[in-house]
């Protein structure tokens, strides 16, 4: 096995809104995902999803046909498998949480509300297409140019023969991601994603990920 990690820092051309489905303290419908000192973030869950549907995207677009994780009759193993699991085979990856770097996180306490928005909407009935009566809603949001990063943010260990193809569709299913969270409908989560990706100790540069990424989809999603 070789050891893999990933560095990413997303940089949000627009507000973001992570719901954390509670809005204790605030006057919003819905609040944003913190960690304990604070500052937003984006959680490990969001970012193993979005990168599994990512690589889902990609390999369909080859003509692979991706079974569910929850397929227990096919048994065919699978890139996505071996990347992302299923219930019956953990993950050989860790995908850690993404938080805000606009400030320390010992002074993130003390700016809670600078380093946040609040932003009114309304619900909109599809059928006759104008605002619900009642349904003024609050919404929290990131603020719009926040960085979100960790240096560590995938680490795992890739197997041998397929490390460095693992590594490109992983890296090429980043940078087809751009866009985070909920609402995006409505313009919000668009981000760019810087990614510095080190297998086996060595830094891979773009080009070299680039041809292994070829021998991936060229080979398909199927081992």
Do not use: C
């Not at 919404?139 to 979100?148: C, N, S």
């Not at 969270?181 to 760019?192: D, Q, T, V």
Request: glycine fraction near 10%; proline fraction near 5%; avoid cysteine.
């Amino acid at each position: 096995m070789i050891p893999l990690v990933i560095d990413l820092k997303v940089t949000f051309d627009s507000a973001l809104s992570v719901g954390a489905g509670g809005s204790a303290g605030t006057i919003a419908d819905k609040s944003i995902v913190r960690d304990g000192w604070g500052r937003p973030l984006i959680p490990g869950s969001q970012l193993k999803g979005k990168l599994r549907w990512a690589v889902e995207q990609l390999l369909r677009a080859m003509g692979e046909d991706i079974p569910s994780p929850f397929d227990e009759t096919i048994e065919k193993p699978t890139i996505v498998r071996d990347l992302f699991g299923s219930p019956d085979l953990r993950s050989p990856l860790y995908f850690a949480d993404l938080p805000a770097i606009v400030v320390e996180a010992s002074q993130a306490h003390g700016m809670r509300q600078e380093l946040s928005q609040i932003r009114p909407s309304v619900s909109i009935n599809r059928r006759r297409g104008v605002a619900e009566d009642a349904r003024l809603l609050f919404q929290e949001t990131a603020l719009e140019g926040m960085q979100f990063a960790h240096e560590r943010a995938i680490t795992g260990n890739l197997p041998d023969e397929n490390a460095k193809q693992y590594a490109a569709l992983l890296w090429a299913a980043l940078k087809f991601t751009d866009r985070w969270g909920g609402a995006k409908s409505r313009g919000l989560g668009w981000g760019n994603i810087e990614v510095m990706l080190t297998l086996g100790g060595e830094q891979l540069a773009e080009a070299k990920l680039a041809d292994a990424l070829r021998a991936v989809l060229t080979q398909g999603g199927s081992q």
